[in-house]
Nanobody
Framework: QVQVAESGGGLVQAGDSLRLSCVVSGRTITTSAMGWFRRAPGKEREFVAAITWSGSSTTYADSAKGRFTISRDSAKNTVYLQMNSLKPEDTAIYYC???????????????????WGQGTQVTVSS
């Protein structure tokens, strides 16, 4: 059984940084693409960032470009999301997801992901 567990969320002030971690158990992630999504209060879930199995290709939402960095350590079955210069509008529950199959490019659609975590809350105060 695949388990996906996010951690690293918290309450920070605008301009601060956080690093989210996502650990996958029950399945090796060496060929899976992995992504981060978020859901803000009263809004739909949206794509944040994704990375291919090799880590050679990444994709970011416009809101994340230049501030967030996704990376992975396949040996540890872990993906990270480094978030810098956080803004109040980044407040959301952040979800980690991975694909079942190999993906040549880092997918941005939630429909391409097969396994999801429960999420970690990020709150940015102004």
């Amino acid at each position: 059984q695949v388990q996906v567990a996010e951690s690293g969320g918290g309450l920070v002030q605008a301009g601060d940084s956080l690093r989210l971690s996502c650990v996958v158990s029950g399945r090796t992630i060496t060929t899976s693409a992995m992504g981060w999504f978020r859901r803000a209060p009263g809004k739909e879930r949206e794509f944040v960032a994704a990375i291919t199995w090799s880590g050679s290709s990444t994709t970011y939402a416009d809101s994340a470009k230049g501030r967030f960095t996704i990376s992975r350590d396949s040996a540890k079955n872990t993906v990270y999301l480094q978030m810098n210069s956080l803004k109040p509008e980044d407040t959301a529950i952040y979800y980690c997801a991975l694909t079942r199959r190999f993906q040549p490019r880092a997918p941005i659609s939630s429909r391409d992901y097969d396994f999801w975590g429960q999420g970690t809350q990020v709150t940015v105060s102004s």
